[in-house]
């Protein structure tokens, strides 16, 4: 589209010019002049609260000079409505932008409010969605969408499996783990849902999960902290991974430690046990030795230690 002025479609526009203050404007942006005009028209039918077919093709093209113009989003969305128009054929175009504007939140936000207006989730979107993660596995905007998809349309039973396929392929990626984590544990900590510990078998498959993939690969703080946030949930105590945590850190051999976050979990469970002088020895190896680059972090945590009637 373009050449709004000369065209007899919107002969009957008067477009509005943006306010930049006056004549010589202190720090006016360069716009493009196909920009300039086409927002000068923008303003007018917003003016008029137009809800038409042109206005819809005027967003179009705003969106296709800057897809990050939130408020001709929210204006194509109040069109749409209005004009009851098919929301699949929203989506679909919205694929090709998506696509071409990975990191553009305005986008998601945008299909969240169309796929809002479906009762049941499209075959195409899942699909869609592992395409979009191909290109970036860690995608915010992107998990984020999907977290809510997954809570709109009850997806909890059926996501599993997917996110495992993508643990197998990357078991550091920590956008899956998070997304894991909500999936399983997200179902009770919503509003509506009363609060309850989880059940003892799904706390068992959880952790066990996370032992095997720390086993996959030691140095994986996602799955460390995954299994932390699984024994906290079920609300038992870190000491029950002593001996698991001894297998990547035997402090009897200094020499062959696996897992600095071994050392970590280590230090925080001969905190818990009041065994100052382990917990100690623990981060200063952590601080000295195999984690040098926090070195002030762990120093800190070593003299921030307030134990009473500790034990050697």
Request: glycine share 2%; aromatic share 10%.
């Amino acid at each position: 589209m373009g050449g709004y002025a000369d065209s007899e479609e919107w002969a009957d526009i008067v477009p509005i010019a943006q306010d930049d203050g006056g004549p010589n404007p202190l720090a006016a942006i360069a716009y493009t002049d196909e920009y300039i005009e086409a927002m000068s028209y923008l303003r007018a039918v917003m003016a008029n609260n137009e809800r038409s077919d042109r206005a819809l093709e005027l967003t179009t093209d705003i969106i296709a000079m800057n897809p990050a113009h939130y408020t001709v989003w929210l204006y194509r969305a109040s069109i749409l409505s209005s004009l009851d128009k098919d929301p699949i054929a929203e989506l679909s175009w919205l694929e090709k932008i998506s696509l071409k504007h990975l990191k553009n939140y305005q986008i998601w936000q945008h299909r969240q409010v169309i796929m809002s207006s479906l009762s049941s989730l499209p075959r195409t979107e899942l699909p869609f969605l592992t395409r979009m993660l191909t290109k970036d596995a860690k995608n915010y905007h992107v998990w984020s969408y999907r977290l809510w998809l997954v809570r709109h349309f009850s997806l909890w039973d059926s996501e599993l499996p997917y996110i495992e396929t993508l643990l197998r392929n990357d078991v550091r990626n920590n956008s899956v783990w998070n997304h894991r984590w909500f999936v399983v544990f997200g179902r009770e900590e919503l509003p509506f849902k009363q609060q309850s510990l989880p059940e003892k078998e799904i706390v068992d498959r959880e952790a066990e999960f996370a032992k095997k993939a720390i086993m996959e690969a030691p140095q994986n703080q996602s799955a460390w902290n995954y299994l932390r946030g699984v024994l906290r949930k079920a609300e038992k105590p870190i000491t029950e991974l002593k001996d698991f945590a001894g297998e990547f850190a035997d402090l009897d051999k200094e020499d062959e430690i696996k897992s600095t976050h071994a050392l970590d979990l280590l230090a925080d469970i001969y905190i818990e046990e009041k065994k100052k002088d382990k917990a100690e020895r623990v981060l200063k190896l952590l601080a000295n030795r195999y984690d040098p680059i926090r070195k002030s972090y762990w120093i800190y945590k070593r003299d921030s230690l307030h134990l009473d009637g500790v034990k050697a």
